[in-house]
């Protein structure tokens, strides 16, 4: 069958796939035929070098970044929707919640690195109170430049993005449910695992998508706490102001047609995933 | 369970919190963290830091093309979405999941990543293009994209585009009439969304306008604050709060009409 589609429709589309054409699939497309032909004709060894050595060592390291950041983020923010739900009482709370999290969610980059850095930096205030208070902070190996640092600082803008993924669905669980499985017999374990988490399960998965990417891709905050971490981010940059060492820059190409085949590989994965628990809570 | 939950809520508090409080004192306060200690918490706080840096010419500069390409990428999203998402809705709905997934694809193609396709494809054929700080706009847009276009999507099916456009074109009205008279006037709510989110995609945008070496505030702010470290934090803190206030306009405006910022779904 044809679809037709009337003229307006075609009129404000065509600038749109233009431009996201141009300024998306282009540069996409242009990057993936260079990672293909390093130094000028077919071949995979740009692609095989991207994930060896100390490049493998950044891909590891960014998903573990971006998977525990990812899914403490997840849980952190999923128990702050679950807490602030039953909570009625001080009735400014559950706005500013609400309002701080819209905030926060979009704090990342430059200005949250220096917050920590000035909070639990070596110079930090949090490191000399602790210090006082008899707990050498930078002396337990704890450093905001490394794996776990990073960590603590990218849950910052985490756990408010999950809270702001979960709070719809989790606004969604009516309290008659509860009570109608509780007449019905079933204990409150049975509630939660037959009826509000089946409920909770695909956005729980998509904000955790939303989280692994997010962290997988942050930059400026990584770059301030640590320019030579080595992370994917930070590796691209470096072989990207490096590039006058010919054959450097197929190599950045290849390790970013990787970062977004493995972007997208989630993407869909999470699609999938999301299908299935739709189905699951369905039936 | 209830005294478990008020502790958490606490903790978290803190964490939120502290960080923010720490950076005020480092950027107001001209005391050393070694020679700090509780009697000296009181002397020495002055906003003069920061006072000095809005002298700054560079800052100046850097401040006035961030605002620049903030209005224009707002404008742009507006432009290119406005019309083509309230079409999907009210005339070509079986686009909407085609419209989903485009405007999802940014997001798996990050700034530090899209730079060096960028670098690779118009550095070569329109260098002039990049030379531009303006080039950056239509790069802000695109990340944007999956969060302005949900939010406009969002506002359409609110306030029930279709059957407005219906009612609309029953009594005789154009598709732009409806589009400019109807559908924009009930639709605030969520154009301001789009716009808040995009403005502070801008405002905190880093790797991609480093790595192509332009001049905008997060960039400025990274070299000024190694050779002033306390007006730096103060800047950065200045910055952190115009966001937040920027995204806490866009909140009160959306729950005023009973909306929520909500963040993109898949």
Not at chain 1, 4 to 10: C, I, K, L
Request: aromatic letters at 10%; hydrophobic letters at 60%; zero cysteines.
């Amino acid at each position: 069958m044809r679809r037709r589609f009337d003229t307006a429709t075609v009129i404000v589309a065509v600038p749109f796939l233009a431009f996201v054409g141009l300024f998306l699939f282009l540069p996409v497309i242009g990057l993936a035929i260079k990672a293909f032909t390093p130094g000028g004709s077919f071949g995979f060894s740009a692609m095989q070098r991207a994930i060896e050595g100390s490049y493998r060592t950044a891909f590891i390291n960014s998903l573990a970044l971006a998977a525990t950041s990812a899914i403490l983020g997840g849980l952190l923010g999923l128990l702050l929707a679950l807490s602030l739900r039953s909570l009625q009482r001080p009735k400014w709370l559950r706005s500013t919640v609400d309002s701080w999290s819209a905030v926060a969610a979009q704090l990342g980059g430059i200005p949250l690195a220096f917050a920590f850095i000035a909070a639990i930096g070596t110079q930090g205030v949090i490191t000399k109170v602790l210090g006082l208070a008899g707990f050498d902070l930078p002396d337990s190996g704890f450093s905001l430049s490394e794996f776990w640092g990073l960590v603590l600082v990218y849950l910052y803008f985490q756990i408010p993005l999950m809270f702001l993924v979960m709070m719809p669905a989790v606004g969604g669980l009516k309290n008659t449910w509860a009570e109608a499985a509780s007449i019905m017999g079933a204990s409150p374990g049975r509630y939660w695992r037959s009826v509000a988490l089946p409920l909770l399960v695909p956005s729980f998965l998509g904000g955790l998508l939303l989280l692994f990417v997010n962290s997988f891709a942050a930059y400026a905050t990584a770059y301030v706490l640590n320019p030579g971490a080595q992370i994917v981010p930070l590796q691209i940059r470096f072989l990207l102001q490096g590039n006058v060492i010919t054959g450097e820059q197929d190599l950045a190409y290849a390790i970013v047609l990787w970062t977004i085949s493995l972007l997208l590989a989630s993407l869909l994965l999470i699609a999938i995933l999301q299908r299935r628990t739709a189905k699951w809570a369905a039936t | 369970m209830k005294v478990l939950r008020t502790i958490f809520l606490i903790l978290l508090g803190l964490y939120f919190f502290v960080p923010l409080l720490a950076m005020a004192r480092f950027a107001f306060q001209s005391v050393p963290v070694v020679l700090l200690t509780p009697e000296k918490l009181l002397e020495g706080w002055s906003i003069s830091g920061l006072i000095e840096v809005f002298g700054n010419p560079e800052f100046q500069r850097a401040t006035i093309v961030s605002l620049q390409l903030m209005v224009l990428a707002i404008v742009l999203t507006l432009v290119l979405l406005l019309p083509l998402a309230a079409l999907v809705e009210i005339r070509a709905p079986q686009l909407r999941t085609l419209m989903t997934a485009i405007t999802l694809l940014p997001w798996v193609v990050p700034p530090v990543a899209l730079v060096v396709g960028v670098a690779a494809t118009f550095r070569n054929t329109v260098p002039w293009f990049l030379a531009s700080p303006y080039s950056l706009v239509p790069f802000y847009v695109l990340w944007a994209l999956p969060f302005s276009y949900r939010a406009l999507d969002a506002g359409l099916r609110s306030i029930g585009a279709r059957t407005l456009y219906e009612a609309a074109r029953v009594m005789g009205a154009s598709t732009f009439t409806i589009i400019v008279r109807v559908l924009v006037p009930n639709m605030i709510g969520a154009i301001i969304a789009a716009s808040v989110l995009t403005a502070a995609l801008v405002l905190g945008e880093f790797a991609f306008a480093a790595l192509l070496l332009k001049e905008t505030l997060p960039t400025f702010m990274a070299e000024f604050q190694r050779s002033e470290p306390r007006a730096g934090m103060a800047l950065a803190l200045a910055v952190m709060l115009l966001t937040a206030l920027i995204i806490g306009i866009g909140v009160r405006a959306l729950r005023k009409r009973g909306m929520d910022l909500q963040a993109a779904g898949v």
